[in-house]
């Protein structure tokens, strides 16, 4: 029975992956942004991403061999418009590109960072 319930099981377990990463940002073309590190946890069980202080759930979470990449839509970003988020990691680069959309006048942006999964022993003081 144990054997039985394992392998009914065991695909769940497979297929999930929660991430927990630390992204800095020490790219060039970055130098004029505030956000210098963000935590950031991906879910798949729950297509929950967090980006910081920024909680919400993907419309669409692909999981490649490559990458992990989302859409989040409707995303109230602004006090004054809501807004669409998009981004890609790629799970050997450790490469992580954001997109915001602001909705109300179509204004994008897009950040870059460097990541690597967050241990705590790893922080500088």
């Known amino acids: 029975m144990r054997l039985f319930i394992l392998f009914f099981l065991l695909p769940y377990f497979v297929s999930s992956l929660e ?6 940002n020490n790219l060039r073309e970055n ?3 505030d956000v210098k590190d963000l935590f950031v946890n991906i ?5 929950l991403i967090e980006l910081g202080g920024l909680s919400f759930q993907a419309e669409s979470l692909k999981l490649s061999k490559t990458n992990i ?3 989040a839509e409707e995303i109230p ?3 004054d418009s809501a807004g669409s988020v ?3 990691i790629g799970r050997f680069s450790g490469n992580l590109e954001l997109d915001f ?3 109300k006048n179509g204004h994008a942006s897009t950040l870059s960072f460097n990541c690597k999964k967050f241990k705590f022993k790893d922080r500088r003081f």
């Not at 991430?19 to 800095?24: D, F, I, R």
């Open 101 to 103: 959309i602001k909705y």
């Open 86 to 88: 998009n981004g890609i």
């Open 31 to 33: 130098q004029n942004v």
């Open 77 to 79: 970003l602004y006090s």
């Open 43 to 47: 879910n798949t069980d729950t297509n």
């Open 69 to 71: 990449s989302w859409l």
């Open 19 to 24: 991430l927990n990463l630390l992204c800095t």
